[in-house]
Nanobody, 122 residues
Framework: QVKLVESGGGLVQAGGSLRLSCAASGRTFSSYAMGWFRQAPGKEREFVAVINLSGGTAKSADSVKGRFTISRAYAQNTVYLQMNSLKPEDTAVYYC???????????????WGQGTQVTVSS
C-alpha cells in the first residue's frame, strides 16, 4: 500500500504561482512513477504531468507545458508540482497518483491521493 497526501492548494490570482506537494508513505517511493491529474467541475479527470522512477524523465500535458514543472525529492518521499503563470482554466482539484510506470491515463495508476483544490481568479 502507498498512501498519498497532497497539500499546497489554495486561491491565487491569474498569473500567480503555487507549488503542490504530495507526500508518499508505505512502499518504496522510488519504485513508483508519480503523476498529477486534475478534475474541474463537470469534467473528466485529466492528466497534468508525470515523472518516472529515477526522476530523469518527465512528461506534461500540452495545456500546462512551459508553465508547470514536476519534480521529486527522494529523501522527503515527496513529489512536487510547481505551477506558474496560472490561468482561471487551471482551476480544479489536483490529485497525486503512483503507478508502476510512466503513464498518461488514470488506469495506469494504482494509488491516489484525496486531492487538493486550486482556484485561480481572473
Amino acid at each position: 500500500q502507498v498512501k498519498l497526501v497532497e497539500s499546497g492548494g489554495g486561491l491565487v490570482q491569474a498569473g500567480g504561482s503555487l507549488r503542490l506537494s504530495c507526500a508518499a508513505s508505505g512502499r518504496t517511493f522510488s519504485s513508483y512513477a508519480m503523476g498529477w491529474f486534475r478534475q474541474a467541475p463537470g469534467k473528466e479527470r485529466e492528466f497534468v504531468a508525470v515523472i518516472n522512477l529515477s526522476g530523469g524523465t518527465a512528461k506534461s500535458a500540452d495545456s500546462v507545458k512551459g508553465r508547470f514543472t514536476i519534480s521529486r525529492a527522494y529523501a522527503q518521499n515527496t513529489v512536487y508540482l510547481q505551477m506558474n503563470s496560472l490561468k482561471p482554466e487551471d482551476t480544479a482539484v489536483y490529485y497525486c497518483a503512483a503507478g508502476r510506470q510512466i503513464g498518461l491515463f488514470r488506469y495506469e495508476y494504482d494509488y491516489w491521493g484525496q486531492g487538493t483544490q486550486v482556484t485561480v481568479s481572473s
